[in-house]
């Protein structure tokens, strides 16, 4: 079979829309987004050319991380809305010739969860080995010197047992103990719930934490900490994450999924590229996306990023089907990490780039991180490191949708302060500039989506220097397209080397550019990028 032949799935031609419910759109004026907002908004994504919906966390939680401790994996927060308004969101994701995946959170729990309360209440109890539970050291220490991820040890005595459990997270997010086939049943069993509903995938939270060392080996410091880095990571979690045995659970959920029509497994892994892609699993059968977040943490340099793509790109395995990411609800977002000018670089190296893109909500407009006041910080990564500026508050805010009060997202008092320029900086107003960041996002789209160069060709890595990144992606038998991005604010300047590149510019990051004639020596002003259609 021929590339122009091979088949491509749903979420390999498709573009990925990461939704913050809380953020989105309220519907009820409690000042927090819904499922119903969700809903009412569908039409824009729909426009905007999203072919699929990632929800983070919905379930029933005490919201201690909000969302991310769950205490029933099979229903909906009231805040969110109903079973029965999921439903309706599945049908209406469905209808619009989209789909949906959901947030699935399988290595903790909240410790509000039934399964954890039996699992504390005593030591002989069924559900004890549900959860890692373990004695003090002969003083009384904690186990080993495993740290949380939101700070301080990772163990929490319990009076009632007199045993540490253990919690990667908050102490109120215990972790599974996934070792134990009768956890493993369980979590299954959630996803052929879902399943069975209609959804089309799962962005499985921490995939790489599930499996920890079972001899609660301690982890070693890590000789390159800086004060101004997270407390957790003085240690490199060599032994309380990654271990070997995550990918046997990996292949279990695959296997699930495989047992219905054309679904989604992504993983949430921050790792080094060579260990990242161990997760798409021996002979593909691992997840079909792992997470790619080099353009998340790596320096807005292009040779760096040039590097990358080609280590990446180097490495996957075959038959293993690239991804790219440039924000989420973690991470600051990519307009205060590089600039509004350089956002919109990145938004063109995003959708040009080989392989499946995810948008998280707000980039299509250039939303910023937004100041959270200290008394306002609702995010526990930043209310246990208060000194640390590692909220992610600023990231986590409205969708800025109008210029009306509280920029359309909720006739409410907002859970999170609005950006202060909301009244500016909106959906409404960009849909009706051509030369917005919304326009820009829309025709990008829409030109990747009909060029299947661009949607699933090769990717062909042309030149990079301290300024300027170059490719080309092409496909047999298709227009083929060189990519020129400057990430410098200066000008700069390219000569092919080898090859005629003649061709004519489409899109551009400074629309002045579109309809150039261009040929194998092009000078770009600093934030320049432009899509070329070659000859």
Excluded: C
């Excluded at 809903?39 to 969302?67: C, E, H």
């Excluded at 499985?204 to 990571?233: C, E, F, G």
């Excluded at 995810?358 to 407009?365: A, D, H, L, S």
């Amino acid at each position: 079979m021929t590339q122009r032949e091979t088949k491509h799935v749903w979420w390999q031609e498709g573009i990925i829309y990461q939704i913050y419910p809380r953020s989105y759109q309220d519907s009820n004026g409690d000042g927090i987004g819904d499922l119903q907002g969700v809903i009412n908004r569908l039409d824009y994504l729909q426009k905007l050319g999203i072919t699929a919906v990632w929800l983070s966390p919905i379930y029933p939680s005490p919201m201690a991380d909000f969302g991310y401790d769950i205490s029933d994996y099979q229903g909906i927060h009231p805040l969110f809305g109903s079973l029965a308004d999921f439903d309706q969101l599945v049908s209406e994701v469905h209808n619009r010739g989209m789909k949906l995946i959901l947030d699935l959170v399988p290595n903790h729990t909240s410790d509000q969860h039934p399964w954890f309360l039996e699992s504390r209440s005593s030591r002989d109890n069924p559900k004890r080995d549900w959860y890692l539970w373990e004695d003090g050291l002969p003083d009384g220490d904690v186990p080993n010197n495993w740290l949380s991820v939101f700070g301080g040890p990772a163990w929490e005595w319990d009076e009632t047992t007199g045993q540490y459990y253990y919690h990667a997270f908050l102490k109120e997010q215990p972790d599974l103990n996934w070792r134990n086939p009768e956890v493993q049943e369980a979590m299954l069993n959630v996803m052929r719930f879902w399943l069975d509903k209609g959804v089309d995938g799962f962005r499985v939270d921490v995939m790489w934490h599930m499996i920890k060392d079972k001899s609660l080996r301690d982890n070693p410091s890590n000789p390159n900490y800086q004060p101004h880095m997270a407390t957790y990571d003085q240690l490199l979690p060599v032994y309380s994450t990654d271990q070997p045995e995550v990918h046997d659970i990996v292949l279990q959920m695959r296997h699930v999924l495989d047992g219905y029509d054309e679904r989604l497994l992504i993983g949430e892994i921050y790792l080094p590229i060579h260990q990242l892609v161990a997760y798409y699993g021996i002979d593909g059968k691992g997840a079909h996306l792992p997470f790619n977040f080099q353009l998340l943490l790596l320096p807005w340099d292009a040779r760096q990023i040039a590097t990358a793509i080609d280590q990446y790109e180097g490495v996957l395995p075959a038959g293993g089907w690239p991804n790219w990411v440039l924000g989420n609800h973690d991470q600051p977002r990519i307009g205060s990490r590089v600039g509004k000018e350089q956002a919109r670089v990145a938004a063109l190296l995003l959708l040009t780039l080989r392989g499946t893109p995810t948008i998280y909500y707000g980039e299509e407009i250039g939303m910023r991180d937004v100041p959270i006041p200290f008394d306002e910080v609702q995010d526990p990564q930043g209310l246990n490191m208060p000194d640390k500026n590692l909220s992610r508050d600023p990231a986590r805010t409205p969708m800025q949708w109008s210029k009306d009060k509280h920029a359309g997202f909720t006739e409410g008092k907002p859970w999170l302060r609005l950006a202060r320029d909301f009244s500016r900086e909106n959906v409404a107003r960009q849909q009706d500039d051509t030369y917005s960041m919304l326009s820009f996002y829309k025709r990008l789209i829409a030109l990747r989506q009909q060029e299947p160069a661009l949607m699933v060709g090769n990717y062909v890595p042309v030149y990079a220097d301290t300024q300027i990144l170059a490719y080309i992606r092409q496909l047999e038998g298709h227009p083929r397209f060189l990519i020129l991005l400057n990430l410098s604010h200066r000008p700069g300047y390219f000569k092919a080397k080898d090859r005629s590149l003649l061709g004519v510019v489409e899109i551009a990051t400074s629309p002045e550019w579109e309809g150039t004639e261009v040929n194998d020596t092009i000078s770009l002003g600093g934030d320049d990028g432009i899509l070329v259609r070659l000859n």
